[in-house]
């Protein structure tokens, strides 16, 4: 009896593998497309409303599940999506021409309404959209059934950067409108539609057949595994449950690379700094936050906190390939510590002062930072004492103004310098609008640059808006970080991006890439 | 037997009403702030954004007006909605409590299946050198710390022989196989320390045991010593083997928080962490609670087991 009901359950149990691998096989084959890619991601996603920023690997599963109206090649040029073009008629509109025949993954057609829909859920202060600052000053109209039109109040340079952003994406009203839990459930009318998805653990993407770029995506299903643990990643990928991994930690990125069957590309990402609480005294006075900077000793933070995998960067993180870097700003903020102690002399701390430095206690990368620059700022005379706490802790600390000062990493979010509004600017949520932070001077800069359209002007006054913070130095800027992507040498089609793309680079590729 | 299951579970439910309230208090006394989390890095620093979503979520009333709120719905069987995810509570841990479940019970298993036998071993042997290896095996077992030999375990099976995977969950339903394989690895962590202390225990309460009368006259009737321990000695040998697992089989769970994370296993313990880093209230709330519950239900299995060993453990009752 024993005997036969286990032969019965293995007889059973090999039927149902067949007819699942032949399940398989069939579809694929019927599709065009091929393979499971298995993916291991940095942060746990345990909110998918697309609107809401949750870190890294959100913005991965969400920039393949959703379309924004236009987005981001490989080459980091902004190409149609579910706009087929778009026109701007004067430097504060852009008019969106729609593809025709988008479909959302529920099968329902994609209309001018649901791109005015869209873009009104991120302006509506009841949904904390993270784009909501950039287009709070927006009317979106629709013009016909396949086109809409989006209005800045001002001429803004960086509107059209912004709406390629995968934060920027696509959502069906009627979907929205019918209650459905958007924090856990998908309907976009990007590559891969939600087969699976179990918060904070993982998430089973499929080919998406109705997608509108024709021949993507190549792979059939992407087994997205959220491991927070770096060891945890590494060693999946390197016993071979794991196909490609993000956010290689910095200490394995050689030694994964030296291996033979691993390709790891690496590019300069988010960008590392020390944020004052610049309202708070002596951290009001600029000439004791630039002594502060002056004292860093950047190239030995890259080299023990990065494994040699973080650039310095002795100005402002403009990235030097960006048309906007200025070189007369190179070296500007290196090492001195005759300046530095002059600098606090005059701001009558010559006898030294104390400070607390808030610290995230989870990565090397922070704690080694950390320890180094309390060793650098000993020698000027500041005491820093360091506190650990966890990255909750730390984002309430930032939000509540409740700091002198702690470490941050943040990547420049666009393409386009505007991007510095995004954080010193007065209304900035982010960092300048808690603590109540406002430079008139940076301020009107600022506003100056995003009202421009012609490069050479704009670069002209960004040169003056990076002088003034260089001047004012509300954040130390201490070095790039290198974002590194691990995978087996079976994925094929993969392309790196970093600076401003960085975070979005692998969904950029994942509808392009193909197993061997 | 009735009155004492009765008694044990009165004491039971009290105990977890008592946890209940610290569950909750603990909870809101974790630094930090759910709302400044949820609306992110990027809004969360707007004052009105983060006054709305206290409202929305009911933050802003009294603890007092909160917990009421809260019990009264527990007590209906209602976990609450997750602040991240918008999901019922209840459907997490009703998907992670098996999953913890299973690893306790993998846990317990090696410990029981390794540990006995090595226990026996190296009483019966004690003196010679099959003995001094099976007690030197204990003591390795259970001197080293769950975070040492899981990472071991890892790179030995998982990255260099690369017979087991080295971290991650299949459900059984997808995969019935690759769901035990990826079992065995976080199985064997948990309950090598376990099975340490299961032979130590063992050992110690055989070669006392062995000291009885009875053991003795069994040996008179000429009995080989093997054979008199494994038929008189050990059945009542096992009584305080059967206490310490039962004391420390609560401590596999507390094991589960670290072979979770390192075997990325995203059971109970995995899902208390993440809430806890993101102050989901609700769900930090509702996996303690069921943590507690597990506690308290394998006391009572082990307090019956016990009793049904030991008829003086009932009547001490």
């Known amino acids: 009896m024993e005997m036969t009901r286990r032969s019965f359950a293995l007889t059973g149990l090999t039927a149902l593998t067949g007819l699942a691998l032949g399940g398989t096989s069939l579809s694929a084959f019927a599709a065009g497309k091929a393979g499971t890619l298995r993916y291991g991601t940095v942060t746990e996603v345990t909110n998918i409303d697309p609107h809401i920023y949750a870190g890294n690997s959100w913005k991965v599963l969400i920039g393949v599940l959703y379309s924004p109206l236009v987005t981001f090649d490989t080459k980091g040029e902004i190409v149609p999506a579910v706009a087929e073009s778009w026109e701007q008629p004067d430097a504060a509109t852009i008019v969106f021409r729609l593809r025709e025949g988008v479909t959302f993954h529920d099968g329902s057609a994609l209309t001018a309404d649901d791109v005015v829909f869209s873009l009104e859920r991120i302006r509506n202060e009841a949904t904390g959209a993270t784009l909501r600052g950039y287009l709070v000053d927006c009317t979106i109209a629709k013009i016909d059934e396949r086109t809409v039109e989006v209005k800045k109040s001002e001429p803004d340079a960086s509107l059209l950067s912004v709406l390629a952003l995968p934060e920027a994406a696509m959502v069906s009203k009627a979907w929205v409108e019918s209650g459905v839990n958007i924090k856990s459930q998908a309907n976009g009318t990007g590559p891969f539609t939600l087969a699976e998805y179990e918060s904070g653990v993982r998430a089973r993407l499929a080919a998406n057949p109705s997608y509108f770029v024709e021949g993507e995506p190549k792979l059939e299903t992407v087994d997205f595994r959220m491991i927070k643990s770096d060891d945890a990643r590494v060693s999946a990928l390197r016993s071979g449950q794991l196909d490609m991994i993000d956010f290689v930690p910095w200490k394995d990125i050689d030694m994964l690379a030296r291996m033979p069957n691993f390709e790891v590309d690496s590019a300069s990402g988010a960008f590392m700094s020390v944020w004052f609480n610049a309202t708070r005294a002596p951290f009001d006075d600029p000439r004791v936050r630039r002594a502060m900077a002056f004292a860093v000793d950047r190239e030995a933070i890259s080299r023990a906190a990065f494994f040699g995998h973080g650039t310095p960067i002795f100005s402002v993180p403009t990235p030097p390939d960006s048309p906007y870097f200025n070189a007369d700003l190179k070296g500007a903020v290196s090492l001195d510590l005759e300046k530095a102690r002059a600098l606090l002399a005059e701001a009558g701390h010559g006898e030294g002062l104390d400070m607390e430095l808030i610290v995230y206690q989870g990565l090397g990368i922070y704690t080694t930072t950390a320890q180094i620059l309390q060793a650098n700022l000993k020698e000027i005379g500041v005491n820093v004492s360091i506190r650990l706490v966890e990255w909750s802790d730390l984002v309430s600390r930032k939000n509540g103004a409740d700091y002198d000062a702690m470490i941050y990493g943040v990547s420049m979010k666009l393409n386009d310098p505007d991007a510095y509004s995004y954080y010193l600017g007065s209304e900035s949520a982010y960092w300048a609008k808690p603590i109540g932070y406002r430079d008139e001077d940076l301020e009107a800069l600022l506003d100056k640059g995003r009202q421009l359209t012609d490069q050479a002007e704009r670069k002209a006054v960004y040169a003056k808006a990076e002088e003034r913070i260089l001047e004012t130095m509300p954040w130390i800027f201490i070095n790039y970080r290198e974002q590194a992507q691990a995978y087996t040498r079976k994925v094929k089609g993969y392309v790196h991006l970093g600076g401003a793309l960085s975070e979005a680079a692998p969904a950029i590729s994942l509808p392009k890439i193909a197993l061997d | ?317």
């Open chain 2, 1 to 317: 037997m009735l009155r004492f299951l009765g008694h044990r579970l009165s004491s039971a439910l009290l105990t977890l009403a008592i946890a209940a309230v610290a569950v909750f208090l603990v909870a809101r006394m974790i630094p930090g702030d759910p709302v400044m989390i949820m609306l992110g890095e990027a809004t969360g620093g707007d004052p009105a954004a983060v006054a709305r979503m206290r409202n929305e979520l009911g933050l802003d009333r009294s603890l007092f007006v909160q917990f009421g709120n809260w019990a009264m719905r527990l007590l209906q069987g209602d976990f609450g909605v997750s602040i991240r995810s918008g999901q019922p509570v209840l459907d997490d841990l009703l998907l992670r409590i098996p999953r913890s479940l299973e690893l306790i019970a993998g846990g317990l298993l090696v410990a029981v299946l390794l540990g006995l036998p090595l226990g026996i071993v190296s009483a019966r042997n004690r003196g010679r050198l099959s003995g001094a290896i099976s007690s030197i095996v204990s003591v390795i077992g259970f001197s080293a710390p769950v975070f040492v030999s899981g990472v071991i375990l890892v790179v030995v099976f998982g990255v260099w022989l690369q017979v087991l995977p080295s971290s991650g969950y299949v459900p059984f339903a997808d995969d019935p196989l690759l769901h035990l394989s990826c079992l065995v690895l976080p199985s064997l962590a948990i309950g090598l320390n376990f099975m340490g202390v299961v032979a130590r225990v063992t050992r110690a309460s055989l070669i006392d045991t062995m000291d009885n009368d009875y053991v003795a006259l069994a040996r008179a009737k000429g009995l080989s010593r093997g054979r008199a321990m494994i038929r008189h000695a050990l059945p009542n040998a096992m009584v305080p083997v059967i206490a310490i697992v039962g004391i420390r089989a609560g401590n596999l769970l507390g094991g589960t928080v670290i072979v979770e994370a390192l075997f990325d296993w995203p059971g109970l313990s995995s899902l208390l962490v993440s809430a806890s880093f993101s102050r989901d209230y609700p769900v930090i709330q509702g996996s303690l609670i069921a943590i507690f519950a597990i506690f308290i239900l394998i006391s009572l299995l082990i307090d019956l087991a016990q009793s049904f060993f030991d008829p003086r453990v009932r009547a001490a009752a």
